[in-house]
């Protein structure tokens, strides 16, 4: 089975940085995904990592450690369009995607 | 880029009604297409598989003879629920896979179903 947890909700102030953390425990791994998604609206891609280390894409950042089961997505410069869930989703063995509940991030003025 | 489409964006239906929703590969041959179902503040639950011209393998939990997925061409998949309670009100969202890379899925616009 599949295990992924991240936090419920976060807030934070607009032009700061924002770290949305995910850990998981899963049956097989073959990527881990994050996605942005707006109320009522299908998940759009962000990232994918498959190694170790941080990509890097504009103001978003992703990170993995697979010995650690972690991965982390670094909102950087918020801006009030940012306010999202944000959905951490891993594809295991089976090439089945599995998501986390989402992190809904807040973003204020 | 590859895009995915689905039809209808919404439906309202009485209780004990059929509803058929589709996804459609507009660019790309899906060899493989996922349907997930969204409840309210929850995350994306896997509830089938399908590909092109075989039967669907569906998640635990997930009713094969109620939630009915057909994958008849490279390019389209139906999923139709029968006999819809108020339960199955849900947000339907399918994403299909070109068979290239394996960890690329392309996800449609999602449906929105009501039950009334």
């Keep these: 089975g599949q295990n992924i947890d ?14 949305i953390n995910c850990t998981y425990q ?10 942005q998604q707006h109320a009522g609206e299908a998940p759009t891609f962000l990232s994918y990592n498959v190694l170790d280390g941080l990509e890097e894409k504009g103001r978003f950042s992703s990170f993995l450690s697979r010995s650690k089961g972690y991965s982390y997505l670094l909102l950087k410069e918020l801006q009030m369009k940012d306010s999202a869930s944000y959905l951490c989703a891993v594809l295991g063995g089976d090439y ?3 998501f986390g509940a989402g992190t809904t991030v807040t973003v204020r003025a | ?103 690329t899925q392309y996800f449609g616009p999602g449906t929105r179903l009501t039950v009334l």
């Design chain 2, 1 to 103: 880029g590859a895009v995915v489409s689905q039809h209808p964006s919404w439906v309202i239906c009485k209780s004990g009604t059929s509803v058929k929703i589709e996804c459609r590969s507009l660019d790309f041959q899906a060899t493989t297409m996922f349907w997930y179902r969204q409840f309210p503040k929850q995350s994306l639950m896997l509830m089938a598989t399908s590909n092109e011209g075989s039967k669907a393998t569906y998640e635990q939990g997930v009713e094969k003879d109620k939630f009915l997925i057909n994958h008849a061409s490279l390019t389209l998949s139906t999923l139709t629920v029968t006999s819809a309670h108020p339960e199955d009100s849900s947000f339907y969202i399918c994403s299909a896979h070109d068979g290239r890379e394996l960890h």
């Design chain 1, 96 to 98: 089945k995607l599995s």
């Design chain 1, 26 to 35: 899963t049956s097989g791994f073959n990527g881990l995904f994050w996605y």
């Design chain 1, 6 to 19: 991240q936090p419920t909700e976060m807030t934070a102030t607009e032009g700061a940085i924002v770290q």
